[in-house]
């Protein structure tokens, strides 16, 4: 595949997650006024619960899938086979929710939240988990574009239906689950719909079903690594997730939700290029080019840590101002864990890449040890902040930042090992454009007559930063960690394309 096929769809992606980075700001700044701290921290706490069980029901299976799809699109057989897996693994989790919520053992994990909600933020769960797996499917298929589309027209359809739910009802915690996966079905709904029209589903059932058997061991050879790591990640994250909540409370839960939930916006930007990495270092590692995957380390890695770096500070710097845009004054104490959780998309942008390249190789056992030492220094430093220094929510923090920069700079120099590449190059990169970019923020503050303040103050300091930012981007691209000459082409094809009337 072509570079410009490459970066055509991360363009496409990128203009899909902008646009859906702007309808989930919007949301982000409606629900959680309109459900109020301790209502918004049990959907927090219900979401962590259910994301953590179903990606430990999923047991790496979802990742095997689309690794083996991207590499055969023929393989179709693995559609049913995966479409089957899903329905049971639906089944299961609903049954083993059931016998929890019948023998009372709900109350162990939160007495303030009824089993009704449990159920939601099961199901809804669920949606989100499989919603993934079919966005999956089609980035296998190269379908980036059309599906890109559908997701853009969903979100602001979403966001219109929500807008009106919050108008004409009381947002409850059960009414928001609810609502949500409704949308969410009729989401999965169009995207299959559309599957079918492109013949993608036609065939997947027609197939033998004894070869259920053969697609088993496959998925178990690859994904067995895992289970361990997958089985005490669960436990742990279950564990940690239930200590912020027994002792700062639903609050403390709402305040961290919402500080990740404003951070996560930075992951707009970089989110958009892991899924077309995979395919790309999954294509590429089949035929032994491991120069081409360390190219596009080198290229991506800095490029995309230093857009989440920029947005990352700034939110970081005006963590007070910007929480007074997304929520009212009951949320005005989560101001430093936004600071805080602003640096988390950082790492999470070099973890989703350098994971996807294990995943890529079939490296799962070296995975698996990486993920089971960053879970247990997570857990320790866990019981530090929250549990002995009662450093609550901030605490939660400051463990999810630190947990994440251990263990995606450990992924990091097992990645340059397999690909005989530049650890320290990489390391220093992550450093070199925290100290640039938060230099400019000084500055930028500095020459802002108007304070941040205001809302006419914060879009100026905005203004004079990415100036200042663009400026030094286009003069002195090293001091960000980037390469000059790769800047230059990025300006020269940007230029040409613009002139040129082409946007993609």
């Known amino acids: 595949m072509s570079a410009d096929s490459l970066n055509k769809r991360y363009s496409v992606k990128l203009v899909s997650s902008i646009i859906s980075g702007v309808v989930n700001a919007i949301i982000v700044a409606l629900v959680p006024s309109a459900m109020?701290?301790?209502?918004?921290?049990?959907?927090?706490?219900?979401?962590?619960?259910?994301?953590?069980?179903?990606?430990?029901?999923?047991?790496?299976?979802?990742?095997?899938?689309?690794?083996?799809?991207?590499?055969?699109?023929?393989?179709?057989?693995?559609?049913?086979?995966?479409?089957?897996?899903?329905?049971?693994?639906?089944?299961?989790?609903?049954?083993?929710?059931?016998?929890?919520?019948?023998?009372?053992?709900?109350?162990?994990?939160?007495k303030d939240i009824s089993a009704q909600s449990f159920y939601l933020g099961l199901f809804l769960g669920f949606v989100v988990w499989f919603t993934q797996i079919a966005i999956k499917i089609s980035d296998a298929y190269a379908l980036t574009v059309t599906v890109e589309v559908l997701k853009i027209v969903y979100k602001i359809v979403f966001l219109l239906s929500l807008i009106l739910v919050i108008y004409s009802l009381t947002l409850t915690l059960d009414v928001f689950l609810f609502f949500q996966i409704v949308a969410g079905v009729f989401f999965l709904?169009?995207?299959?719909?559309?599957?079918?029209?492109?013949?993608?589903?036609?065939?997947?059932?027609?197939?033998?079903?004894?070869?259920?058997?053969?697609?088993?061991?496959?998925?178990?050879?690859?994904?067995?690594?895992?289970?361990?790591?997958?089985?005490?990640?669960?436990?742990?994250?279950l564990f940690e997730i239930w200590l912020l909540q027994y002792f700062g409370g639903a609050e403390s839960v709402g305040f961290y939700g919402l500080a990740y939930?404003?951070?996560?916006?930075?992951?707009?930007?970089?989110?958009?290029?892991?899924?077309?990495?995979?395919?790309?270092?999954?294509?590429?590692?089949?035929i032994g080019?491991?120069?081409?995957?360390?190219?596009?380390?080198?290229?991506?890695?800095?490029?995309?840590?230093?857009?989440?770096?920029?947005?990352?500070?700034?939110i970081a710097y005006n963590s007070e101002y910007v929480l007074s845009i997304f929520a009212d004054e009951?949320?005005?104490?989560?101001?430093?864990?936004?600071s805080i959780m602003a640096l988390y998309p950082l790492h999470q942008t070099y973890g989703q890449i350098t994971g996807s390249l294990f995943f890529a190789s079939g490296e799962t056992k070296t995975y698996r040890n990486i993920g089971l030492l960053s879970a247990l220094i997570g857990l320790v430093l866990v019981l530090l902040f929250v549990f002995l220094f009662d450093m609550k929510d901030v605490g939660f923090a400051i463990k999810m930042l630190a947990a994440q920069f251990i263990g995606v700079n450990i992924q990091l120099y097992y990645n340059c090992r397999m690909l005989k590449g530049n650890f320290p190059k990489?390391?220093?990169?992550?450093?070199?454009?925290?100290?640039?970019?938060?230099?400019?923020?000084?500055?930028?503050?500095?020459?802002?007559?108007?304070?941040?303040?205001?809302?006419?103050?914060f879009f100026v300091f905005g203004i004079i930063y990415s100036l200042l930012v663009v400026f030094v981007v286009v003069y002195r691209a090293d001091a960000f960690g980037l390469c000059p000459n790769s800047v230059s082409a990025l300006v020269q094809k940007i230029r040409s394309k613009v002139l040129g009337g082409r946007f993609i």
Request: contains cysteine.
């Open 426 to 457: 990489l390391f220093y990169a992550q450093l070199k454009p925290l100290f640039s970019v938060y230099l400019i923020v000084l500055i930028s503050d500095y020459l802002n007559p108007f304070g941040n303040e205001t809302f006419f103050g």
């Open 289 to 314: 080019r491991n120069d081409e995957i360390l190219e596009l380390f080198y290229t991506y890695l800095p490029l995309l840590y230093f857009v989440a770096a920029y947005f990352g500070l700034f």
């Open 189 to 237: 709904v169009i995207l299959f719909s559309y599957f079918y029209k492109e013949n993608i589903l036609s065939g997947c059932f027609e197939r033998d079903l004894s070869g259920i058997k053969a697609t088993i061991g496959e998925f178990f050879v690859y994904v067995s690594p895992l289970f361990v790591f997958n089985a005490v990640s669960i436990v742990i994250a």
């Open 261 to 286: 939930s404003i951070a996560a916006m930075c992951f707009v930007f970089t989110s958009a290029m892991t899924p077309v990495l995979t395919r790309e270092f999954s294509r590429i590692y089949g």
């Open 36 to 110: 109020g701290p301790v209502a918004y921290g049990q959907l927090t706490y219900l979401q962590q619960i259910f994301n953590q069980i179903t990606s430990f029901a999923d047991a790496g299976t979802s990742t095997a899938f689309f690794t083996k799809l991207s590499a055969n699109n023929n393989r179709k057989e693995l559609i049913s086979h995966y479409l089957l897996f899903s329905m049971l693994l639906l089944i299961v989790l609903s049954s083993a929710l059931g016998g929890v919520v019948f023998f009372g053992f709900s109350d162990l994990l939160s």
């Open 330 to 338: 009951r949320f005005s104490s989560a101001a430093l864990t936004l």
